[in-house]
Each structure stands twice: as structure tokens, then as C-alpha cells.
């Protein structure tokens, strides 16, 4: 945690100047519309905050989380002139954002820094209505290049990496992954996962798990 809260500080400012066409991309994706509700999991300092609360307009909702009191704490701040987004220090790994309630949800750079990636998917999953779609940008070092080798080395040093497929886990959770590009990057992914009517987001006798 220190090492977000760090973060919260120092790059992930430099990182949100950057985060422009990532969140245009995401909205138009997810086709995002005045009065949805949508979940940013994973929100660091809440460089998408702006752009989902524009997106959704007054009568929408948007809840964005983030684990590190100190990402929390800038995003807090970011939110304040946006009366319906709420922002929640919360693990992913452990919370339920409850039942059902988000059309669309967004994790950027989220989902692999986690030391539980299934259970930040299936409450992921649990989270989103019927046809819920959830955009995900994040690290995938599945290829076997020097590159990758490195990367997740340091990556599981410096960020605690578990080596969790992300996109593979995405698969045994929600009904449709589809990559947003034709070409994938040796060392990110860029995919859409659609909740269809019926999909079993947990697997029996795994219930949610309060936060704390």
C-alpha cells in the first residue's frame, strides 16, 4: 500500500495528463449514456472522474475506488464539483460494490497489480446488471520475449504482480471478451467483457466478502 500512496504523490499526476484519449476510448466503447451508472475500479488519483461524470450527465452515477488512502484522498478532491460521483477507499479483492447496480465499469491498470485477480473479477461481475459491460486496459506479459520476462520480474518485485492472466481470467468470468484492437501489445491489452443473462460471475460457496 505504501508504494501507491507514493505514487499517489509523485507519477500518477504525470500519468493522468496522459489518461485523455484512453477515457475517450473507453466511453465510446462502452457507449456510455446520460443517466447509466458506472463503476471505476481502480481509480488511482481519479484522472477518469471528469470524463465518466460528463459522460453520464446529472442524472448518472459514478462511483470510483481505489484501495490507497492517498489516491483517495486526491480523487476526493477531484470529485468535488461533481455532486453525483462518490469516491470509496475499498480492496476489490474483498469488496462487494453491490448487486446488479452499474450498467458499465472501467479498470485501468487495475486488475493485475492485484493480489486476487478472480475475486476483483467476480465482484467485478456481481456489480454489473444483466448486458453490463466492462472496459480493461491493463498489463498482459503472456509472450515469451525478453521484454516480458523483465517486466514481470520487476513487476512482481516493485508492484506485487501475482502473474494472473488477467484476459484469461476475464474468460472464466463474464459471458463475451473481445479484444478492442485487431493487433494486441507485447505487453498490454485493451478488451471489452459483456455480463450476459445468465453467466455465472462466483463460483458455489464463494461468497462476497465484505471490505475490512
Given at each position: 500500500?505504501?508504494?501507491?500512496?507514493?505514487?499517489?504523490?509523485?507519477?500518477?499526476?504525470?500519468?493522468?495528463?496522459?489518461?485523455?484519449?484512453?477515457?475517450?476510448?473507453?466511453?465510446?466503447?462502452?457507449?456510455?449514456?446520460?443517466?447509466?451508472?458506472?463503476?471505476?475500479?481502480?481509480?488511482?488519483?481519479?484522472?477518469?472522474?471528469?470524463?465518466?461524470?460528463?459522460?453520464?450527465?446529472?442524472?448518472g452515477r459514478v462511483v470510483a475506488m481505489d484501495a490507497s488512502p492517498?489516491?483517495?484522498?486526491?480523487?476526493?478532491?477531484?470529485?468535488?464539483?461533481?455532486?453525483?460521483?462518490?469516491?470509496?477507499?475499498?480492496?476489490?479483492?474483498?469488496?462487494?460494490?453491490?448487486?446488479?447496480?452499474f450498467d458499465a465499469a472501467i479498470a485501468f491498470g487495475a486488475f493485475?497489480?492485484?493480489?486476487?485477480?478472480?475475486?476483483?473479477?467476480?465482484?467485478?461481475?456481481?456489480?454489473?446488471?444483466?448486458?453490463?459491460?466492462?472496459?480493461?486496459?491493463?498489463?498482459?506479459?503472456?509472450?515469451?520475449?525478453?521484454?516480458?520476462?523483465?517486466?514481470?520480474?520487476?513487476?512482481?518485485?516493485?508492484?506485487?504482480?501475482?502473474?494472473?492472466?488477467?484476459?484469461?481470467?476475464?474468460?472464466?468470468?463474464?459471458?463475451?471478451v473481445e479484444p478492442v484492437f485487431a493487433v494486441e501489445g507485447e505487453?498490454?491489452?485493451?478488451?471489452?467483457?459483456?455480463?450476459?443473462?445468465?453467466?455465472?460471475?462466483?463460483?458455489?460457496?464463494?461468497?462476497?466478502?465484505?471490505?475490512?
Amino acid at each position: 500500500m505504501e508504494l501507491w500512496d507514493f505514487a499517489a504523490l509523485t507519477y500518477y499526476r504525470v500519468l493522468d495528463l496522459f489518461s485523455g484519449s484512453l477515457n475517450r476510448l473507453a466511453i465510446a466503447e462502452l457507449e456510455l449514456e446520460p443517466g447509466q451508472a458506472v463503476l471505476d475500479i481502480g481509480c488511482g488519483t481519479g484522472g477518469s472522474i471528469s470524463a465518466l461524470a460528463e459522460a453520464v450527465g446529472p442524472e448518472g452515477r459514478v462511483v470510483a475506488m481505489d484501495a490507497s488512502p492517498r489516491m483517495v484522498a486526491v480523487a476526493r478532491k477531484r470529485a468535488r464539483k461533481w455532486p453525483n460521483v462518490e469516491v470509496r477507499q475499498a480492496d476489490a479483492c474483498t469488496t462487494d460494490h453491490g448487486a446488479g447496480e452499474f450498467d458499465a465499469a472501467i479498470a485501468f491498470g487495475a486488475f493485475s497489480a492485484m493480489p486476487d485477480v478472480p475475486a476483483a473479477l467476480a465482484n467485478a461481475a456481481d456489480a454489473l446488471r444483466p448486458g453490463g459491460r466492462l472496459f480493461v486496459f491493463d498489463m498482459r506479459l503472456v509472450k515469451k520475449t525478453r521484454t516480458t520476462r523483465f517486466l514481470r520480474a520487476a513487476y512482481r518485485r516493485i508492484a506485487g504482480f501475482s502473474g494472473a492472466d488477467v484476459v484469461a481470467e476475464l474468460r472464466k468470468v463474464f459471458g463475451q471478451v473481445e479484444p478492442v484492437f485487431a493487433v494486441e501489445g507485447e505487453t498490454t491489452t485493451v478488451v471489452m467483457a459483456r455480463k450476459v443473462t445468465g453467466t455465472a460471475t462466483r463460483s458455489a460457496g464463494t461468497p462476497s466478502r465484505p471490505a475490512g
